[in-house]
């Protein structure tokens, strides 16, 4: 069974850094679109980053570019999402996904696999 464990999440103060990491069981990164979701209270679900593995090729959400970096390390089957200052409107539960590797990486409905989520928040 296909397992999705994010950590890494934590309340901050606006300008900090949060390291949100995915363990992926059972389902390689090979050739794969590995996304990064949020939900805020009350918000619908949005995308903030995704990597298409091979080769690595990131996609991030306007509101977020320049201030998060994802990336992967193949060998420990993870993914990464580094966030630097963070702002209040940042917060939400993060969740990790998984889809085949020729979706297109904002399309939500489009991925298999998905994580439990970690809480994040800024507060100002």
């Known amino acids: 069974q296909v397992q999705l464990v994010e950590s890494g999440g934590g309340s901050v103060q606006a300008g900090g850094s949060l390291r949100l990491s995915c363990a992926v069981s059972?389902?390689?990164?090979?050739?794969?679109?590995m996304g990064w979701f949020r939900q805020a209270p009350g918000k619908e679900r949005e995308v903030v980053a995704a990597?298409?593995?091979?080769?690595?090729?990131?996609y991030y959400a306007d509101s977020v570019k320049g201030r998060f970096t994802i990336s992967q390390d193949n060998a420990k089957n993870t993914v990464y999402l580094q966030m630097n200052s963070l702002k209040p409107e940042d917060t939400g539960m993060y969740y990790c996904?998984?889809?085949?590797?020729?979706?297109?990486?904002?399309?939500?409905?489009?991925?298999?696999?998905w994580g439990q989520g970690t809480q994040v928040t800024v507060s100002s």
């Open positions: 996904a998984a889809a085949p590797g020729g979706i297109w990486w904002s399309s939500g409905h489009m991925y298999d696999y």
């Open positions: 059972r389902y390689t990164l090979s050739s794969r679109c």
């Open positions: 990597i298409y593995t091979a080769p690595g090729r990131p």
